[in-house]
């Protein structure tokens, strides 16, 4: 007679992050200080309501719908400022998730939590 065993195996699902996963989330912690040495960025962050948005984006992650309510601006307005904070690599996308409505919302934040400048002018 043939003999039937049956044997149950339980499989624990461990939440490993991978090495690229791990240094994709470091990447994403804001530094403590950068120095910004790009002339061109000094406008930018002392452009009143991108840094303004700076500010807000230091102290944590927002949607533009978030900075919408935070700032009082149309969200043209601060999408158009997000765009010039993101070409001088002042702030970055940290996440993307679909809204309730099936919207990808984009998470900004700042690269940094302190900004240093150093700027030269030589003649």
């Known amino acids: 007679m043939l003999k039937i065993r049956l044997v149950l195996v339980q499989f624990e699902v461990v939440n490993k992050m991978s090495q690229k996963d791990k240094r994709k989330e470091e990447k994403l912690q804001p530094r403590e200080e950068i120095t910004l040495t790009d002339p061109s960025a000094v406008a930018i962050v002392f452009h009143e309501k991108k840094g ?58 700042a690269v940094a939590k302190k900004f240093l400048f150093k700027i030269e002018w030589t003649a």
């Open 52 to 109: 303004q948005i700076l500010k807000l984006l230091i102290k944590k992650e927002m949607t533009i719908i978030d900075l919408k309510h935070a700032t009082g601006m149309n969200p043209g307005t601060v999408k158009r400022h997000l765009d010039d904070l993101l070409q001088h690599d002042l702030i970055l996308i940290s996440k993307e998730q679909l809204s309730e409505y099936s919207i990808m919302m984009k998470f900004y934040r």
